[in-house]
Structure formats: structure tokens, C-alpha cells
């Protein structure tokens, strides 16, 4: 079929809620996607930060084959052996005591919500529901999670949103003294926040702000829907702050490619959970659990895969700083960690991502005026190298 008649169907039979672009992707290989008609894109955006050991990794694949001829689903009424492999290989590795499956990043958060309100009211009243989230925060696309969201561009229209929710800047420790009190059950962050233009959490902030919250007997929740599995140089990104959530949040990377989120919490806080409080059809299936379990087994092997996430993740910074010293009228600002990067620009940075599409590289704007890259933690320097050079022409242009 032609690549224009692919994009007339797209258009005729599946919602425009997505701003596409004009190609269709047929097959993918560690950083290289391959579109209908043979075109080669370098991947840099990693289907959002999900496809963090590249694309259609062998260690997975084999994962999923040999679970589809095995056993794929038999819902949460009864156990199954990789789920229970998975939950006990994540806990072993975070400060959790248990798990609960789920989908996606939006339905992780929904539970960590509802596990949140439902501990605080039995400790400290019924009273206690409020939840302080930060000022451009994004923590997902359902009801509850775009009113969780502190950015009201994905809140207009879907009004009226679920109450409860409390916006305070980002990194303002006072703001978030002083918006805490005797109604708040939690506060919940993005230890980077991705969407909201790649800003990363203060130390000393969230030293302090974990501190504050156990004075005040309120709930730290982490989402590393984004962060998470390795993403920032180590396996989760609060590990960088020497601190712990009481609850965290996964997806995206969670299943190297297919759909799978996690709510993890202390044991204290998860007792809040009872038969009954919370449910998910698929969440934890043996299929996505095997992709999961692939994956993380993948990411943990010696450290290797953490350790070049650290070391490419500088590399690419740097590069990115060099080209903030060529282009100092366009360029404001490189920051993040890891393989999580953004760049800001002092204009809107769409047609950069456009120029870089047609040159055959995928990377992605956000918060407007900011390149963020998230490339598989598989990323090569030369890759690296290639990106960089392409950026380089592409700003060459607009400064």
C-alpha cells in the first residue's frame, strides 16, 4: 500500500488526537527505525522514553516468544509465576515492600492517588484527601491525573476536574511549607520533570522536602513514569537524592516496549490496599510481566547498561554544551540526567524537530521551547556524533 494512502486511512478511521508525522513505521532495531518505503530514522525519543534498551531488543523478544507459548492471561483472579518473579526483582531493588500491576503510566499515578487517600483517611480522618502537585508537572492524560497535572493546557475542556489538587512551583521548598496542612495526604513530584521541559529536582529540596513531609505525617509520592529503569544513570532517580518515596510510580521503560505500569509503596502504606480497593484486568499479565522482567534483568546485568547510561548521558550533555558555546543567541540552557536531557531555546523549537525528522532523526519538543532527548541507553557515541552534527546545521540556520 502507499505511504499516502496509509496516512489517508490513519486520517479516515483512527481519532486525531495525536499531531502525527507523515511517516509509517514498519520495523525497528536497536536505534533505528525503518519506515514503509525503506527510509532509516536514528532514534533519539525512544518512543518516549519507553524503548530504553532500543528497538526490539533479542533478550526480550525471546522473553515474549517464548511466554506467548506458555500462558499470556488469566486475569487477577489467580496468581501467575512471572508476575510474582517481577514484583519480587523490583522490590529487591527499591525501598518498596509491594507492588501493584497496571497498564500505564496514567493508571500508576490513578493508583498511587487512591492508595494515598485511602491510607490518610484511615490514619489521620476523612478529612485528609488534598494532594500538593508541582507547577508544570505532568503526571498523565486520565481525569484524575490531568487534574494531578500542573499545567492547565491539558486540563482545558474537560472541565470540572476532580478536587483535591493543590499546584505549588517546582524546586520552592516555602511554597510547599506553606501550601501543606492539616487536609493534605500527599505530596506528589516528578523527580525530573520531563514533560514540563526536562527540570530536575533540587537536592537539597527534596532532602528537605522528605523531612517535611514525615514531620507532618504526609506521603511522598515519586512518579518515575519517566525516570524510572535506568533512565537517569542509576535504576530509579530518587536513588540520586539519598532519600526514599513512600510510594513510586512506574511505566514507559517498565516493559522495554510493551505496556506495564507498576504503583510500588512501603508495607505500611500499601496495608491501605484491601481486597477490593483497587483492581486492573490486565495489569501484571504474564506477557507484559515477561517483557518486564527481560527488561530489568537487562538493565541489572554488572551494571554495565547504568554505567554507559551515566557515561554516554555526559557525553551527550557535553556535546550539547559545546553547541550552547557555537549558538549562544539560540540556545539557553542543556540540564537533566543521565539519558534524560532537554535543551531549552529562546524560541519555540518545533520546526528544530522538523528539520531533524527530514534529515532522518527523531527527537522531540517540549514545554514549547525545549529538545529533549531520550534515546536507548544502547545509544553509540557516533550516534551521538551524527545527532549533534545535524543539530548543528539545523541551528547554523536559525541563529
Not at 483492581?279 to 547504568?306: H, K, Q, R, V, Y
Not at 517540549?366 to 529533549?372: E, M, P, Q, V
Request: hydrophobic content about 40%; some cysteine; proline content about 3%.
Amino acid at each position: 500500500m502507499e505511504i499516502k494512502k496509509m496516512l489517508d486511512e490513519s486520517s479516515l478511521y483512527v481519532m486525531e488526537t495525536y499531531k502525527r508525522f507523515p511517516v509509517v513505521f514498519s520495523k525497528g532495531r536497536d536505534m533505528r527505525l525503518w519506515s514503509v518505503d525503506g527510509k532509516e530514522y536514528v532514534d533519539f525519543l525512544a518512543g518516549i522514553a519507553v524503548n530504553v534498551l532500543g528497538h526490539c531488543h533479542p533478550k526480550i523478544v525471546v522473553a515474549i516468544q517464548k511466554q506467548a507459548q506458555r500462558l499470556m492471561h488469566v486475569s487477577n483472579f489467580y496468581h501467575n509465576d512471572v508476575q510474582i518473579k517481577l514484583a519480587r526483582l523490583l522490590i529487591k531493588h527499591s525501598f518498596a515492600d509491594r507492588v501493584f500491576f497496571c497498564n500505564s503510566g496514567a493508571e500508576a499515578n490513578e493508583a498511587a492517588i487512591k492508595l494515598a487517600r485511602k491510607y490518610a483517611k484511615a490514619h489521620h480522618g476523612e478529612h485528609c484527601v488534598n494532594i500538593i502537585t508541582a507547577v508544570n508537572s505532568f503526571h498523565g492524560r486520565t481525569l484524575a491525573t490531568i487534574t494531578a497535572t500542573g499545567q492547565p493546557k491539558f486540563q482545558k475542556g474537560f472541565e470540572p476536574l476532580v478536587p483535591g489538587f493543590r499546584y505549588v512551583p517546582f524546586n520552592d521548598f516555602h511554597s510547599m511549607e506553606d501550601a501543606i496542612d492539616e487536609n493534605t495526604c500527599a505530596v506528589m513530584l516528578e523527580p525530573i520533570q520531563g514533560e514540563g521541559g526536562v527540570h530536575v529536582a533540587d537536592e537539597e529540596y527534596l532532602k528537605k522536602l522528605r523531612t517535611l513531609c514525615t514531620e507532618k505525617g504526609v506521603l511522598l509520592i515519586f512518579d518515575e513514569v519517566q525516570t524510572g529503569m535506568g533512565r537517569t544513570g542509576k535504576l530509579f532517580a530518587y536513588e540520586h537524592y539519598d532519600i526514599e518515596p513512600d510510594i513510586m510510580t512506574l511505566a514507559k521503560a517498565l516493559g522495554g516496549g510493551i505496556p506495564i505500569g507498576a504503583c510500588l509503596a512501603s508495607d505500611d502504606v500499601a496495608k491501605a490496599f484491601e481486597y477490593g480497593s483497587h483492581a486492573s484486568t490486565f495489569g501484571g499479565n504474564p506477557l507484559s510481566c515477561a517483557a518486564s522482567l527481560a527488561t530489568l534483568e537487562a538493565l541489572l546485568e554488572d551494571s554495565i547498561m547504568l554505567n554507559e547510561c551515566k557515561r554516554l548521558g555526559e557525553y551527550l550533555r557535553n556535546s550539547l554544551l559545546k553547541l550552547k558555546e557555537q549558538f549562544p543567541n539560540v540556545i539557553l540552557d542543556v540540564r537533566g540526567k543521565g539519558l534524560l536531557l532537554g535543551m531549552e531555546l529562546t524560541r519555540e523549537c518545533s520546526q528544530v524537530v522538523q528539520a531533524c525528522f527530514e534529515r532522518g532523526f527523531l527527537i522531540n519538543c517540549t514545554a514549547g521551547n525545549t529538545l529533549r532527548f531520550c534515546p536507548p541507553l544502547i545509544v553509540k557515541e557516533e550516534d551521538i556524533d551524527k545527532l549533534i552534527t545535524v543539530l548543528s546545521e539545523v541551528l547554523a540556520r536559525l541563529s
